[in-house]
């Protein structure tokens, strides 16, 4: 928080606060009971007091069998749920022996090529007893295919597997740009996966709508919640057109929101975005399924908050972002590592970020009552100006037309520009104070050794996949990535034929461009 006396979305910030800040609150109405609408308090009635959030670690480096030992090590040590990180090209659609791939297979998370990868990738590990999620865009449908065929393959139905795919395609037009088709396009293949998974992977997370990425774009916390929520809006409108019922899909909904250093304000986050979502849900989608109208979200510290210089600093900021995340009710949470500034965590960083996480869960009394800030005159006062600030934000995206509307205007681009330009002028002029940044330096850095990919992975992978399309029934996938072209023709649903021609062992930038080839590719208009 900048030393002005405002929080990081700009709202006054008072030094006390008392029952004057309160006047006319109604406990009933903006509370509730945890469990219950308007799920201010919490999504479950007892939250951590029975068992603690699902602690997840990403991670995903190099090649397939590499991760596979980082995740093995993890569930050793005790992570309840896995979080895949996946490589450039992975998360474009693209193959490593492509050339658009060349000098970044490996680099920023794993590389799966095909369903062989796949396999290595969870080799040993029980899929019907962890959780697992995949930080993975406009190919979702394809990674959630070859997963699910891993676990048929080793014997495990369908119905007996966890976890998330974040899926969400929209934040990508807004702050990452892993997107591959139009917006239309990718709202059909949303709706696509939502419906597959009602069908045959019942107890999967259809899509984590995301306001991480937009944060460490520079997002405020107002501004994380409301163009967050005004996605989820549109992916509802969009599956409510494609016939699917909202009390059905919408209570596999969930949300990734980042936690920084600031704890008041992003307890304050997390509690006004539950309240917004149920009433929306509630109100404008009349969804009577209370798991509809709950906003259940995962959570990750903020990486955009780590340094390079002093890294072991990022303990402590860690720490202290976790314990934000869990006093405000996340579901579950990634610790970053502290040399994540970096380079990719080392074992012993990644371990250290899991301990963090299980000090906080078994050593403080956090967990032994629901909600410890309810009542606050300052958390139930920074509550409602969160809310108030959203809702506005909300309200001129849907003077837009809506997410996709205002992201063709470049709307929400523009304010987070604005909001990161903000914190850039606060560092530089020492309004805001980083420690070992500008404040509190070392003369000198100490040495450290990062983890480094090899760069030979490259051309691993790219004899992997030589080999594979040397071995396989080519005419076998090819009938059906036709039959996959097809039904995107059509109204059909995709995933579907797509799952028989990753059986059949086509890769993803070859199912990718099948998608390419009928719906075409994105290209950002000039405005945005």
């Given at each position: 928080?900048?030393?002005?006396?405002?929080?990081?979305?700009?709202?006054?910030?008072?030094p006390?606060?008392?029952?004057?800040?309160?006047?006319?609150?109604?406990?009933?109405?903006?509370?509730?009971a945890?469990?219950?609408?308007?799920?201010?308090r919490?999504?479950y009635?007892?939250?951590?007091?029975?068992?603690?959030?699902t602690m997840?670690?990403?991670?995903g480096?190099?090649?397939a069998k590499?991760s596979?030992?980082?995740?093995?090590q993890?569930?050793?040590?005790?992570?309840?749920?896995?979080s895949?990180?996946?490589?450039?090209?992975?998360?474009?659609g693209h193959?490593?022996?492509?050339e658009i791939?060349h000098g970044?297979?490996?680099?920023?998370?794993?590389?799966?090529?095909?369903?062989?990868?796949?396999?290595?990738?969870?080799?040993?590990?029980?899929?019907?007893?962890?959780?697992t999620?995949?930080?993975i865009?406009?190919?979702?449908?394809?990674?959630l295919?070859?997963?699910?065929?891993?676990?048929?393959?080793?014997?495990?139905?369908?119905?007996?597997i966890?976890?998330?795919?974040?899926?969400?395609?929209?934040k990508?037009y807004?702050?990452?740009?892993?997107?591959?088709?139009?917006?239309?396009?990718?709202?059909?293949?949303?709706?696509?996966?939502?419906?597959?998974c009602k069908?045959?992977?019942?107890r999967?997370?259809t899509?984590s709508?995301s306001?991480y990425?937009?944060?460490e774009?520079?997002?405020s916390?107002?501004?994380?919640i409301?163009f967050t929520?005004?996605d989820?809006?549109?992916y509802?409108?969009?599956?409510?057109?494609?016939?699917?019922?909202?009390?059905?899909?919408?209570?596999?909904?969930s949300?990734f929101?980042?936690s920084?250093?600031?704890?008041?304000?992003?307890?304050?986050?997390?509690?006004?975005?539950?309240?917004?979502?149920?009433?929306v849900?509630?109100?404008e989608?009349?969804?009577?399924n209370?798991?509809?109208?709950?906003?259940?979200?995962?959570?990750?510290?903020?990486g955009?908050?780590?340094?390079?210089?002093?890294?072991?600093?990022n303990?402590?900021?860690?720490?202290v972002?976790?314990?934000?995340?869990v006093?405000?009710?996340?579901?579950?949470?990634h610790?970053?590592?502290?040399?994540?500034?970096?380079a990719?965590p080392?074992?012993?960083?990644?371990?250290?970020?899991?301990?963090?996480?299980?000090?906080i869960?078994?050593?403080?009394?956090?967990?032994?009552?629901?909600?410890?800030?309810?009542?606050?005159?300052?958390?139930e006062?920074l509550?409602?100006d969160?809310?108030?600030?959203?809702?506005?934000?909300?309200?001129?995206?849907?003077?837009?037309?809506?997410?996709?509307?205002a992201?063709?205007?470049?709307?929400q681009?523009?304010?987070i520009e604005?909001?990161?330009?903000q914190?850039a002028?606060?560092?530089?002029?020492?309004e805001?104070?980083?420690?070992g940044?500008?404040?509190?330096?070392?003369?000198?850095?100490?040495p450290?050794?990062p983890?480094?990919?090899?760069?030979?992975?490259?051309?691993?992978?790219?004899?992997?996949?030589?080999?594979?399309?040397?071995e396989?029934?080519?005419?076998?996938?090819?009938?059906?990535?036709?039959a996959?072209?097809?039904?995107?023709?059509?109204?059909?649903?995709v995933?579907?034929?797509m799952?028989?021609?990753?059986?059949?062992k086509?890769?993803?930038?070859?199912?990718?461009?099948?998608?390419?080839?009928?719906w075409?590719?994105?290209?950002?208009?000039?405005?945005?």
């Amino acid at each position: 928080m900048s030393e002005t006396g405002h929080t990081e979305s700009g709202l006054p910030f008072e030094p006390l606060y008392g029952p004057d800040d309160l006047e006319g609150f109604d406990p009933a109405a903006r509370l509730g009971a945890p469990g219950e609408y308007p799920f201010t308090r919490g999504v479950y009635p007892s939250m951590y007091t029975g068992r603690p959030w699902t602690m997840r670690q990403y991670a995903g480096f190099g090649t397939a069998k590499e991760s596979n030992a980082r995740y093995r090590q993890l569930v050793a040590n005790g992570t309840g749920g896995l979080s895949v990180a996946f490589d450039l090209p992975t998360q474009m659609g693209h193959d490593s022996d492509s050339e658009i791939a060349h000098g970044e297979v490996g680099k920023v998370g794993v590389a799966i090529d095909s369903v062989d990868d796949m396999h290595l990738l969870f080799d040993g590990l029980p899929l019907d007893e962890v959780s697992t999620s995949m930080t993975i865009n406009a190919p979702a449908a394809l990674l959630l295919l070859m997963y699910q065929i891993v676990a048929e393959d080793n014997g495990i139905a369908g119905d007996k597997i966890t976890g998330t795919i974040q899926n969400d395609v929209l934040k990508e037009y807004i702050a990452r740009g892993t997107y591959i088709y139009p917006p239309a396009h990718s709202l059909r293949l949303i709706t696509d996966i939502f419906a597959y998974c009602k069908a045959e992977v019942p107890r999967w997370n259809t899509i984590s709508i995301s306001g991480y990425h937009m944060a460490e774009a520079g997002a405020s916390p107002a501004q994380e919640i409301a163009f967050t929520l005004a996605d989820g809006i549109e992916y509802v409108r969009a599956a409510i057109a494609a016939g699917l019922d909202v009390d059905e899909f919408a209570a596999r909904l969930s949300f990734f929101f980042v936690s920084r250093t600031t704890i008041l304000e992003e307890v304050a986050k997390f509690r006004a975005a539950r309240r917004i979502w149920a009433q929306v849900m509630r109100e404008e989608f009349g969804a009577t399924n209370p798991k509809a109208q709950t906003l259940r979200f995962h959570t990750q510290t903020a990486g955009v908050q780590l340094t390079a210089q002093q890294p072991e600093v990022n303990l402590v900021r860690v720490a202290v972002q976790a314990l934000a995340a869990v006093l405000g009710g996340t579901q579950s949470l990634h610790t970053n590592s502290y040399d994540e500034a970096i380079a990719l965590p080392t074992d012993k960083s990644a371990r250290l970020a899991l301990r963090t996480q299980q000090v906080i869960a078994y050593e403080t009394d956090v967990t032994k009552t629901v909600d410890p800030f309810a009542g606050s005159y300052a958390i139930e006062s920074l509550t409602d100006d969160l809310e108030a600030e959203a809702r506005k934000l909300m309200a001129q995206v849907e003077d837009l037309g809506g997410a996709v509307a205002a992201i063709e205007h470049g709307f929400q681009k523009n304010e987070i520009e604005k909001s990161a330009y903000q914190i850039a002028r606060e560092i530089d002029t020492d309004e805001r104070t980083i420690v070992g940044v500008n404040r509190f330096r070392l003369d000198e850095e100490d040495p450290y050794e990062p983890l480094r990919v090899d760069p030979a992975i490259e051309a691993q992978q790219a004899e992997r996949l030589a080999r594979l399309r040397a071995e396989r029934d080519s005419a076998e996938v090819e009938k059906h990535l036709a039959a996959l072209k097809q039904a995107a023709e059509g109204t059909d649903n995709v995933l579907y034929p797509m799952k028989e021609a990753l059986r059949a062992k086509a890769t993803v930038g070859e199912v990718c461009n099948a998608l390419r080839d009928v719906w075409g590719v994105y290209s950002p208009p000039d405005a945005f």
